[in-house]
Structure formats: C-alpha cells, structure tokens
C-alpha cells in the first residue's frame, strides 16, 4: 500500500539563482539541501509538486485549471544559473494513474504528453529531490499565476483528492508532496520588490498549526493585496495541506530576502 | 475588444525567439498579424506599460514582453511606469 511519508514547501524564486544583487544565499540554498536530505532518508520513490505556470508553457488560446503531464519530463526550460534544463525522472504510469482517479473524483484535469515545466516545478525537482532519480516526479500545474485562479477550495480539495488516490495506489509507493512557491511577491506591478512579512507569517503559522481554515477563509482580494499576485501560489501549500489533513509543521527556513522580490519559505509537514 | 489578441502577441514575443526579433525588428508589421484594435495596437507600438496595465493585461505577462524587448536591464524604467496593483484592485472595488 503507498503512504505519503512527507510533505514540504518551498519557493523558486529565479532571482535567488540569478541573484543580482549579489547578497548572501548560501543559507538559503542549504534550505533545498536539507529538503532533499530529508526526502532521501524518509525512502520516497515518488514525488508530486504542486506549481503554478508563469505564462511561458501555456498561451492565451490554452489556459487550464489544472494540469498533470503523463509523459517524459525535462526542465526547468527558463535556465537558471545553477538550474539547468535537465531530465527529471518521471513515472507515466504513476501520472496516469492520478489523472484517472482525478476523472473518477470530479476533477477534469487536463493532459499534456511531453512537458518542459518551468521553474516552478524545475527549481523544487532539481534541488529538492535526489540527483540519482530514484524520486519520479509527477508535475501538478494549477491555475495560480494567470486567471481565472483555482478557487482556494478547489485547491486544497485537489490535494484531498490526491491523498485519497495514494492511499488506494495497490503496490508498495513511498510518496512526498511539495507545495512550489514564494509566499508574499508582486510581479510585474508596481508594488515589485515588496515583501510582507506579516502576511508570510500568518500563512506559514497555518502550515506550522496544520490548520488550512485562515488561508481558506481569504479571498482573492484579501491575498492580491497583502500577498501580492504572486501570493496566490499559496493554492500549492493548500493542496499539500489538503493531502496531509491536519498535518503540523516546521519552518525549516524563512527570509525576506532583500536579494530579490518574494518572502522564501521553506517548511516540512508531517502526516498527522 | 480584443484583449486576448493583445496578450497572444506578447506570450509569443515573450516565448519565441523568432517572434521576439521580428517584433524587434518591424513592431508596426509584427502587429499587423493580430487582431488588435488601433487603441491596443498603439499602446502596444508606443510600449504604454501604464496603460496596458490598466487595461488588465497579465502583469507577469506584460513584464516579460516588456524586458523581451527592452532587456532585462530596463527594469527600473518598466517598474517606474507601470501602476500598482493596490491601485487597481480599488479601481476595481469603487
């Protein structure tokens, strides 16, 4: 029987490997690390990422609320220094078979046959999971980064769905969940370069606590305007959190890092 | 309106080489192949970032055409023209 042995969040900030300020991040790297020494000794064979698209990988004419990529996977395919476009081991038929209980569950996902995902999930497969492949990855693109957003609900709903589909997996699986994304960002706005702390908090508090109830009692306004449009990626740690109901956790890492534009927040949670 | 057009030419500008050095290279002609209306289209020739934003382009979109085209070093002169969001969620809200 498969068991989720662990669940994480973590950002993927492109300017803290562009860093063009120059400042110290070593720290901050490390953060990946001991995320990835973590997956290793819990014995993980597999791993689901919850990302948001930055529109690089789907246009205008296409936009799903979610998606789940069945084929080969390679990325991230926007380079960054450090992170190269580089396979990541993936399990087809893993994918395909969450695609089919989503379908059975009232959720129409979307496919798509061979992917190269963005940072989003190239950032968290790269440095988070095992260099050797022994992780396979299965990408969970939601609709967080150009709307119409996925409802908060529907987010953290999702990663029920998705714990239930791991839990009737009928062979011997070891899975952990990563929840990819900053917390407080503004991009493209006016406001880039702003970082709320308070609001960081109060969101890894909810992930700390195990309780999704504050996060999901916001509307999208409330985020856009403490958290910024990039806040909205806090639907990744909601269907991590969904998936691990009642699941407290730990901060590993927390920065408002003033080498780029987003508050990092690197956390473990723990199945309850 | 056409705004979906709007943001088509910027996905591709932003996404594909080939689109970004023809849009570089004949903005007026690279335009021509959108659908767009002659506001949209003069915003987008004249690289209105204000008024672009305001007309509810993705603003994760708009800055990536926007540093496609001007590099990645004209992000002061992008963020000192494009608005806020706060501004624009209480334009929304009144």
Redesign the interface.
Known sequence: MAEIVGGFIMPHDPLLFVNPKKKERDHLIGAYSEIRDKVSKSGATKAIIFGAD???LF???CLPQFLIPTGELHGPIDRLPGVGDSPIASDPGFAEYLVGHAHQSGFDVSVARDLGVDHAIGVPAQLALPADGSVKTVPVYMAS???PYVRLQRAYDFGRMIGDAIAKMPVDESVVLIGSGGISH????????RINSEFDRKVLDCIVSGDATPLLSMTD?EI??EG??GGMEIRHFLAVMGALPAGRGEVLAYEAWDGGVTGLGFAEILPA | MSFGAVEQLFYDVSTKRNSRAAFREDATAFAEKYALSELERDMVLSMNAEGLFEYGINPMLLMGFWTSVNGPQSMPDYLSRVPTLTSQLETVSE
């Open positions: 930055h529109y690089i246009g205008p004419r980064g150009v709307a503004w991009v493209g706005t006016g406001e880039m370069g306004e856009m305007r910024g449009n």
